[in-house]
RNA sequence: CGGAGUGUGGCUCAGUCUGGUAGAGCACCGCGUUCGGGACGCGGGGGUCGCAGGUUCGAAUCCUGCCACUCCGACCA
């Protein structure tokens, strides 16, 4: 992409209305726009980054045996009638009526609308375990909206639902979904920690809370130092196998959040060196809720035994919306964002110190098409404008490298290379620094 | 939803107390000089001052109502 015909308008001053670094840093490189409270346009460079994003997401899922499915944003109120939470919901779900005078939700959730998919389909146990699931975008009329995308009205979640026979059963399901969500996290360039969690008015007795650490984060975690340098279980663990050892690896460590911490049990259960305090930001979800929806909604399978029984469900959910502003608040420095390369917008800004100026413009071309050919996805920044503004809006927007081309390195044979996470500098010839960044 | 606050060109803000017909910086357009970390000079364009009423000879400014947005709190991917 040429910057000169591109769409990315960055901003030298914040909006006053921006508090927290991420929501700053999303406004100031041209990444979303505000169109009311809590809901978003995302700009070509926001956008760029929320696809990856989600990509890694949907590969993860994919890879822990989820099946993707899309979803409407729009659902019927019978549905969630049936369940009980039409009522239960409150003015967190925004209720629209059609022409013909019928109720519908803009879905904060898609728990009704899969079960009913469910059980029109799956008639039997022999086709259980099944996990189905859906990256789309929720609304959820919070009272206060705030903080950016990161508590928006509209966003966009990965939501799966597993289904099964029984709670042992729905337990495995619930492993895979614990282990892939820390490969997700992994990939993203995230430490995350899985923090029990009160499963709250979704019920259920097994539900842990995902979060990754933040210096800015919003809540306060405590967590034996351990279960971060664990770290994840990687890609290519036995997703069919026993996953129970690695989750309780990490599931019997101390971890929780302010509102569930425990000091006594803190200190009792965690070596004084190990204690750590962080701060960090909630990215994911994971419940089993049992029989909560299959119940009401009478989602049954015919068993072994000839009779039809309530499957046992569970939800996951990763905010993905959220998750562009948590990479943000975890990576980014005075001069901006600081971009994991696996979510990187552009991987390499090729910049042109001196468009127009004949040798100059052939190097940086040379280096831009060389780039493409790599697969680097190059932003070729050709904008006639001097060079610290250049270097002040690349490092604004966190692209990994920067290419420099310049009339004195030309003459020279040479190009700058930067890396923009350590301000680490080198001059070598063209094809070295391709080198460099071919990796 | 309780409490606090803010609405003035795209962005940051001054002007409001004390009413007199709207300003600065950045951004944008033109010309010139510049060009390795957000340049400078000259010229220019863009705002029914959130909306609606009211007071007044006259309202960004005072009064009333409404709307929007932000922050703190209780809840949440």
Same mark, same amino acid.
Do not use: C
């Given at each position: 992409m040429r910057l000169s015909r591109y769409f990315m308008p960055t901003l030298r001053d914040a909006p006053a209305d921006a508090q927290i670094v991420s929501h700053q840093l999303m406004l100031r490189a041209g990444m979303v726009r505000q169109e009311a409270a809590g809901i978003y346009a995302w700009l070509p460079l926001g956008l760029k980054v929320l696809k990856k994003i989600e990509q890694i997401v949907r590969e993860e899922m994919d890879r822990a045996g989820a099946i993707e499915v899309l979803l409407p944003t729009l659902q019927l109120a019978?549905?969630?009638? /049936?369940?009980?939470? @039409?009522?239960?919901?409150?003015?967190?779900?925004l209720r629209i009526k059609d022409r013909h005078d019928r109720d519908l939700v803009y879905g904060p959730t898609a728990e009704e609308v899969i079960t009913e998919i469910f059980r029109a389909y799956i008639k039997s146990y022999k086709d259980l375990p099944k996990n189905l699931y859906n990256i789309q975008?929720?609304?959820?009329?919070?009272?206060?909206?705030?903080?950016?995308?990161?508590?928006?009205?509209? #966003? *966009?979640?990965?939501?799966?639902?597993? #289904?099964?026979?029984? /709670? !042992? %059963?729905?337990?495995?399901? @619930?492993?895979?979904?614990?282990?892939?969500?820390?490969?997700?996290?992994?990939?993203l360039g995230l430490k995350a920690i899985p923090v029990k969690a009160d499963p709250?008015?979704?019920?259920?007795?097994l539900s842990h809370e995902f979060i990754i650490l933040a210096e800015t984060g919003e809540s306060e975690v405590f967590a034996h130092g351990d279960l971060v340098e664990m770290g994840a279980p990687g890609p290519d663990i036995d997703w069919d196998g026993d996953l129970e050892p690695l989750v309780t690896q990490r599931a019997s460590l101390y971890a929780a959040s302010d509102e569930m911490h425990d000091a006594a049990r803190f200190e009792a259960e965690v070596p004084e060196g190990k204690r750590m305090t962080a701060r960090g930001i909630e990215v994911g979800h994971i419940f089993y809720f049992g029989e909560k929806y299959?119940?009401?909604?009478?989602? *049954?399978?015919?068993?072994?035994?000839?009779?039809?029984?309530?499957?046992?469900?569970?939800?996951?959910?990763v905010g993905v919306s959220r998750l562009v502003a948590g990479i943000i608040e975890a990576s980014h420095d005075d001069a901006g964002i600081i971009w994991p390369d696996a979510v990187a917008p552009f991987g390499v800004a090729v910049?042109?110190?001196?468009?127009?100026?004949?040798?100059?413009?052939?190097? %940086?071309?040379?280096?831009?098409? !060389? *780039?493409?050919?790599?697969g680097k996805e190059p932003l070729l920044d050709d904008r006639d404008d001097r060079p610290g503004a250049k270097f002040a809006s690349l490092d604004l927007v966190g692209i990994p490298w920067q290419l420099i081309v310049g009339p004195k390195g030309v003459a020279e044979g040479t190009v700058e290379l930067k890396r923009r996470a350590t301000g680490e500098r080198q001059i070598l010839p063209l094809d070295a620094a391709l080198k460099v960044i071919a990796g």
């Open positions: 019978d549905l969630w009638r /049936e369940s009980g939470r @039409y009522d239960d919901y409150g003015d967190e779900m975008w929720k609304f959820r009329d919070e009272r206060r909206p705030r903080f950016g995308v990161m508590r928006g009205r509209e #966003f *966009l979640m990965k939501d799966a639902y597993s #289904f099964d026979i029984d /709670e !042992a %059963a729905a337990r495995k399901s @619930y492993n895979r979904m614990f282990l892939a969500y820390l490969n997700i996290y992994a990939r709250g008015p979704i019920g259920g007795d299959s119940k009401p909604m009478k989602a *049954l399978v015919t068993g072994p035994d000839g009779k039809d029984a309530p499957i046992h469900g569970g939800s996951y959910g910049v042109n110190l001196r468009p127009g100026a004949a040798e100059v413009d052939a190097v %940086a071309e040379q280096a831009y098409k !060389a *780039l493409e050919g790599l």
